[in-house]
């Protein structure tokens, strides 16, 4: 598993769109930070909240560009046949996967801490920030990512084509980020508008943005992944029903 987890990393990194995913995702969240109307130095405000604001938007796409080859290229080149005689669960590979695809986007996110070193030093006095809420802002960006890569790989799992993956990924995370918190707005749901926005990511994120990690928003990730990668292990099995 570990070596297939390395492969996949390899086979990212050694990729030009491997590189352009995280130059892309640095370049955006940075012209957001610094450039673009509303930044920190405009508000003179040392705080990361554009960032975190953007971000999941952004990984929206990019996640889906990481994950859309994982199952789709195994398939269109017939290698998943290949896979799945190797002395390995159908689940061991998903998760050798799934991991990998989460390590590059950790990969991704590592840099942006240069820009929590920005605004800490730039504070006045410095480090007068809410460190608090920024830790766990970043802790709740790595599960929503880890959520979309989830989404991803389940998408990759249903198509040969690359490109039909990555729509299929785009969609099912709109619709798992916003589209609950979207359909909650209708007043005909009434009283049941908190748990459909509860079912959705952006309400669950929001909370650990605030700085409080609380053991549900963990357990409602951990949940949606779960739900996503037993998906994928079952079309996986389907080939060889």
């Known amino acids: 598993m570990r070596a297939l987890i390395g492969k996949e990393i390899q086979g990212f990194l050694g990729s030009l769109i491997g590189h352009i995913v995280i130059v892309v995702f640095l370049l955006l969240t ?14 003179g405000y040392a705080d990361l909240g554009v960032l975190f604001h953007i971000a999941p938007w952004v990984f929206l796409f990019l996640v889906p560009a990481i994950t859309m080859r994982s ?6 080149t017939g290698t998943i046949e290949l896979l799945l005689t190797k002395p390995i669960s159908e689940l061991r ?12 986007v950790v990969l991704a996110l590592v840099p ?17 920030i ?44 709109f619709i798992v980020y916003v589209g609950f918190d979207l359909i909650a707005d209708f007043n005909a749901f009434g009283a049941m508008e908190g748990p459909i926005k509860g079912l959705g ?15 549900r928003d963990v357990l409602y990730f951990l949940g949606v992944d779960a739900i996503f990668l037993l998906a994928t292990r079952t079309v996986v099995q389907s080939r060889t029903w």
Not at 35 to 42: K, M, R, S, T
Not at 201 to 215: A, F, K, N, P, T
């Open 130 to 173: 809410d460190s608090g809420g920024i830790r766990g802002s970043y802790i709740g960006l790595f599960f929503l990512a880890s959520t979309f890569t989830a989404i991803g790989i389940f998408a990759s799992s249903l198509t040969e084509s690359q490109i039909v993956a990555f729509l299929i990924a785009v969609f099912l995370c």
């Open 112 to 128: 942006t801490l240069v820009y929590w070193y920005s605004i800490g030093s730039m504070a006045v006095p410095a480090w007068n």
């Open 30 to 43: 940075g012209l957001f930070l610094w450039v673009f109307p509303g930044n920190i130095l405009d508000s």
């Open 71 to 76: 199952f789709s290229e195994e398939r269109r």
């Open 201 to 215: 990511i952006q309400q669950h994120y929001d909370s650990m943005s605030r700085g409080v990690i609380d053991l």
């Open 93 to 104: 590979l998903v998760l050798a996967k799934y991991l990998a695809a989460v390590v590059l």
